[in-house]
């Protein structure tokens, strides 16, 4: 066995700056590219609620993370997400999204222009 295969995708992975996901389609579109990824991190299979890597894949959904500057235009992104199945029967959790470091589920991307800032 060649494990090298499951090493494609770092490159992309590493020029859009997303740890732990995939390139799995660029598509080329009037405004841009329009990169497709999808999340190889295994943690991210993780129940939130008891930590229980989930094996069973419930259905997904695309998201837009963010877009990316790249090569003078900008590089959109869908993120494909997945939900899960909580392997663990005790569980309260029956389902989740999965989530990663990179983009927590249910985050906002921060607003341009800098933080909130308290004022008086
Ligand atoms: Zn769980």
Same mark, same amino acid.
Do not use: K, Q, V
């Given at each position: 066995m060649n494990t090298d295969d499951t090493c494609t995708h770092t490159d992309s992975t590493l020029l859009l700056g997303l740890e732990g996901m995939a390139v799995i389609k660029v598509e080329e579109t009037e405004s841009g590219l329009v990169v497709h990824v999808a999340t190889? #991190? #295994? &943690?991210? $299979?993780?129940?939130? &609620?008891?930590?229980v890597l989930s094996a069973t894949r419930k259905g997904g959904r695309v998201t837009r993370p963010r877009q990316l500057p790249y090569d003078g235009g900008v590089v959109e992104t869908r993120w494909h997400k997945s939900r899960w199945y909580c &392997? #663990?029967?005790?569980?309260? $959790?029956t389902s989740f999204t999965e989530q990663t470091r990179q983009v927590p589920a249910g985050a906002r991307l921060p607003a341009q222009g800098g933080g909130r800032r308290a004022e008086r």
């Open positions: 190889t #991190e #295994e &943690a991210a $299979r993780a129940c939130p &609620a008891c930590g &392997a #663990e029967r005790l569980c309260p $959790r």
